[in-house]
């Protein structure tokens, strides 16, 4: 018997990325395959912009940080109204 569990997450990466997607898998190296992702780009002046990746790996030296979303919190927020600064590349500090 399989169970095929469908988790939505939002991963951060080492570089200031935002990206959010349907878990598919990792391996033992924590490489993550997401699927029916997309970026989240932040900006002081401008709403969060969506920009559509598809299906995606990350390679897991490059995750900072894995969290799952709540669809329907996530659904309620308008992301056109957020005005945040983009993360910063953890290796320009």
Known sequence: MRFVITVTVEIITADGRVIVGTFKGFDQTTNVILSSCHERVFSETEGVETLPLGLYIIRGDNIVLIGEIDLERDASVDLSEI?????????RR
């Open 83 to 91: 005005r945040a600064a983009p993360i910063t590349d953890i290796s």
